[in-house]
């Protein structure tokens, strides 16, 4: 038995007809940027989402960026983000001309730890980036009253969360503007890049709307870019959109089942669920302390696992530059997310799955654990 990390042929091929039409239809009509795909699926993601406003744009790494620009930084203002989370998250903050402060993660959760965040804060600090990891919604309340105390923006990154609840909220309503991603990968994925802000503020639209659009047309407004999802993506997310939600329930069963398999399993921890929330499960991420013995058995069984990400941001090149000189070895500089970065495993979840499969990686594991 083959099981793949992810199967997106076999989402298209449950949804075909639909699929084929819809790009014809954007073909017929040579509605290949803006036009009436991309504002349908505009209104329907904002209604999905129980939002006011959702701007589309060319993926979710832009939606950062866009959604940072328009809440503004001067040169040299901060912002706080987690230290395990892909590195759009951050890289973003840099782009707009911020510095970036690493936070942290929960060992068992990997959500940033909000108790730690206070003591991040400076007098240039002017925003939180909390990213509701795996599918799991970080502690809004608590990074809320941060930003409340201290008079800071909160920007969710919701790319690995689309129809996430905290506490029966949708995620990307709680703070001032929430950004997704539709990677093909990703839950509500298109077969290209593809991302979108939503926000409930009217301004903070407005501004983003013309900022990823060059400004306006004519006598451009302000000097923009140009970030835009185009009409086949959107076509294509129109049509899996009503979808999602069951996508999101197969997920949720799948993860449940998997939690079952492996609860008594010696030397596995499963993921961490907060009870105040839900998780769609873009990933389902387990913890083994011989984690590369245990992903190099399951490839010779042709399990494909993933590890999501191998190193933390702070421990990457890139940042470097952000260790102080009396800090010697990453261990003690962010040592939860140290830790993380050689035990997590993602193991395949998708829609289609099935339990075979599911079934086959458990006892695969099972195997592996009991030797
Ligand atoms: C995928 C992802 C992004 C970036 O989305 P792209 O569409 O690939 O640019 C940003 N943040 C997180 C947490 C992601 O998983």
Request: with cysteine; charged share 20%; proline share 4%.
């Given at each position: ?283 389902y ?20 696992t ?40 993602s193991l395949p979840i ?11 990686v ?10």
């Amino acid at each position: 038995m083959q099981v793949p990390f992810n199967d997106l042929y076999a989402q298209y091929q449950s949804i075909q007809p639909e699929i084929d039409a819809a790009i014809a239809a954007v073909i017929r009509e040579s509605a290949f940027v803006r036009g009436r795909f991309v504002e349908q699926f505009e209104q329907d993601f904002a209604q999905a989402i129980g939002v006011d406003h959702c701007i589309s744009c060319a993926n979710g790494t832009d939606a950062l960026y866009i959604a940072i620009r328009a809440l503004g930084l001067e040169p040299g203002d901060e912002v706080i983000t987690t230290a395990h989370t892909w590195i759009s998250t951050a890289e973003t903050i840099t782009q707009a001309g911020g510095r970036v402060v690493f936070c942290d993660t929960e060992l068992d959760s990997f959500l940033i730890d909000s108790t730690q965040i206070e003591a991040k804060i400076t007098s240039r600090t002017r925003g939180i980036i909390p990213v509701h990891l795996y599918g799991q919604p970080a502690d809004m309340d608590e990074i809320l009253a941060i930003a409340r105390k201290y008079n800071l923006w909160v920007i969710e990154d919701c790319a690995q969360a689309h129809l996430a609840e905290y506490k029966g909220q949708k995620v990307g309503t709680i703070g001032n503007a929430g950004t997704f991603s539709f990677y093909p990968g990703k839950n509500l994925g298109a077969m290209g890049d593809a991302g979108a802000i939503v926000t409930n503020n009217p301004k903070l639209a407005e501004w983003m709307a013309l900022f990823a659009r060059h400004g306006g047309k004519g006598n451009h407004q302000i000097e923009g870019i140009n970030s835009r999802m185009d009409g086949l993506q959107a076509a294509i997310l129109g049509v899996k959109l009503p979808y999602l939600k069951q996508w999101t329930e197969k997920r949720q069963a799948i993860a449940h089942h998997y939690d079952l398999e492996l609860a008594d399993v010696p030397g596995i921890q499963t993921p961490h669920r907060k009870g105040d929330r839900t998780h769609v499960y873009h990933l389902y991420v387990i913890k083994s302390d011989h984690r590369d013995d245990l992903k190099e058995y399951l490839s010779e069984l042709n399990i494909q696992t993933v590890i999501n990400y191998p190193l933390a941001l702070p421990n990457c090149q890139a940042y470097q530059y952000l260790k102080p000189d009396h800090v010697r070895n990453s261990s003690t500089w962010f040592p939860c997310v140290t830790i993380n970065q050689q035990e997590i495993l993602s193991l395949p979840i998708f829609p289609e799955i099935g339990d075979l499969a599911t079934q086959y990686v458990a006892n695969s594991i099972d195997v592996f654990c009991q030797r």
